[in-house]
């Protein structure tokens, strides 16, 4: 079997590949519609909202682009911490959708401080919650405050594109008033399906535009059990056959997924690589690469064991390397994923 130990897509749960080898649902039917309505009530649950979650066809980028389009209206000005590749993203589809987007450059690793968002005379503050570029992790509830305390009318948009079903969320509680997710990270499904999650005060607050990104538009279909075109139904019923699976234990999911990342931390400090992140979030394990190792020679090392890792993004391309057992992974495997990383490192590194 291949390994693969990359932030998404990940190993899929055997739940989604079984739902995926089911005949195809026409969408326009009563089972296709009972289907959507159990899947979208079972990610407002893992989103922790009691507004809204609305299923849409594309990647996570393509949600994060309908929460820029929806929530705010062109002009408004919003502050986009940056430090690392997502939150970089996220900055330009704030520019692209026409708002005053103002960006807080902080070096890719580093994580935000409730100070530095808490500057009057914003509409709203958009931030990656586990930035999986550098493995870090914010404090959305601290910062989240901070903005409010400064812009009481503001609205919080958040990235969980790799903290849903990774480590605990929700939106209401911590001062988020709209979020994002796709279905190939922390779901362990494929990949091509995007989440947008809307607290009952962003339902208020919708400023909709745009065609097939008109989130009042898929709201009134969605309320239905259906979307307002096509959507990628078969991918529905996955994310719906996991989340069935895993919501009933997700504490001891989520202490599963916190366990097997600090396994991976463990091993890397233990061989003496540093990790990158200032505050480690459980997605992902981040290294500077040991001196003088190019990224080539880590990941020929993991691929000679059928092993797919990811390298850097960004300025941290060619100085890092990441792991992750964000998918389908049981902790006998994390345990022989851990074995894997020290026999490829020790190719690597000169024997002590
Ligand atoms: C994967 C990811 C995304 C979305 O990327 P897509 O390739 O568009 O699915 C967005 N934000 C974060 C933090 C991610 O890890």
Partial sequence: MEWLLTPGPVQLHPKALEALSRPQLHHRTEPARALFLEARSLLKRAFGTEGEVLVLTGSGTLAMEALAQNLFAPGERVLVPVYGKFSERFYEIALAAGLRAERLDLPYG??????DVAQRGFQGLLLVHSETSTGALVDLPALARAFKEANPEGLVGADMVTSLLVREVALEA??????????QKGLMCPPGLGFVALSPRALERLKPRGYYLDLARELKAQRE??????????LVGAVKAVLEAVMPHLEAHLALKAWQNALLYQ??????LRPVPEVKSPAVAAFYLPEGVPYGAVKEAFARRNAVIAGGQGPLKGRIFRLSLMGAYDRYEALGVAALFREALADILPAS
């Fill in 225 to 234: 059990g259906e979307s307002a075109w096509t959507p990628a139904i078969n």
């Fill in 174 to 183: 911590y001062g988020v008033d709209a979020a994002v997710s796709g279905s």
């Fill in 267 to 272: 091993v890397g400090e233990a061989l003496g």
């Fill in 110 to 115: 580093r994580v935000p401080r409730p100070e």
